[in-house]
């Protein structure tokens, strides 16, 4: 799973600093057919909007988007989940088409189930992560909760996300089912990273140089902890312009870069010198 930070600075969520002991974790999605994640981190970074959720995923792609620090103080719920909970919204298909409240007219199942799938896998592997993070217990009552599940706790207002999803697309998702995949996954050993953070990096220290710039242009491009591809993964690398200050052989590349950040080592072969 690919994570960005890209907080929502001017919104007024993150603006008043409030923070919460998160007690648990809810599942939304965004209600209307945009499977564009982007969108909803421009329009929602503006001031005078006291709206936010934590963090969008990407139908597209998968990729989660964190938009507030997971202890902030949100407003995705409508009511007391707010002050508990973190909130992350899946985006939904551009081939479907509401009608009238949750319910939608869908012009190509195949791909809409196949971005259900595709929120619904990132969504548990970052329930996942944040579960181990925040010492939650995935199948404790209470803990990971649907928008939909919110309201019938009295803890949200009145939506039925994203099960209105799940249900009309014939997908077979469940909240139970959801659960019990977190719980899988965590017991799978996965953890999200994400190179924004400047998380240090582990294994070889290479040959230092003098500083140099490099433009990474690729998607796609690993962190390694160390310079191979026998290094483990330390999530991805977003394209721009980077500081190189080591360099190394290694499997998987003619020569690897050490970030200045400290994030890890990334193939030279995907970057050009700027």
């Given amino acids: 799973m690919k994570l960005v930070q890209n907080f929502l600075t001017k919104n007024d969520c993150y603006k008043s600093g409030r923070k919460i002991t998160v007690k648990g974790l809810m599942l939304h999605s965004v209600g209307c057919s945009q499977p564009n994640a982007s969108v909803f981190v421009k329009n929602w970074n503006r001031s005078g909007l006291e709206a936010c959720v934590h963090g969008f995923i990407d139908g597209n792609t998968g990729t989660v988007y964190q938009t ?30 509401y009608t009238g409240g949750a319910t939608f007219t869908c012009s190509d199942t195949a791909t809409a189930k196949a971005v259900a799938k595709r929120t619904y896998e990132a969504a548990v592997e970052l329930f996942a992560s944040l579960c181990k993070q925040y010492n939650l217990d995935p199948m404790k009552d209470g803990v990971i909760i649907s928008h ?73 491009l690993y962190i390694r902890k160390g310079p191979g591809t026998n290094y483990g993964k330390n999530g991805f690398i977003a394209p721009g312009v980077y500081t190189i200050v080591a360099e190394s052989a290694g499997a998987g590349a003619t020569k690897w870069g050490k970030l200045k950040s400290g994030a890890g080592w990334i193939s030279l072969d995907y970057a050009k010198t700027v």
Avoid at 70 to 90: C, D, F, P, S
Avoid at 153 to 182: C, I
Avoid at 189 to 214: C, D, E, I, Q, R
């Fill in 148 to 220: 939909k599940e919110g309201c019938v706790r009295g803890v949200a207002s009145n939506h039925g996300d994203p099960e209105h999803l799940w249900n009309q697309l014939g997908t077979g998702y469940t909240m139970n089912g959801f659960r019990k995949a977190v719980q899988a996954a965590m017991k799978g050993g996965g953890v999200t990273t994400t190179p924004s953070t400047g998380n240090a990096a582990t294994g070889g220290t290479g040959a230092t140089v003098k500083p140099y710039l490099v433009r990474v242009t690729v998607s796609d």
């Fill in 68 to 97: 507030l620090p997971w202890n902030h103080r949100g407003w995705h719920a409508g009511g007391a989940a707010n002050n508990t909970h973190i909130g992350v919204e899946m985006c939904e298909p551009a081939c479907i088409k």
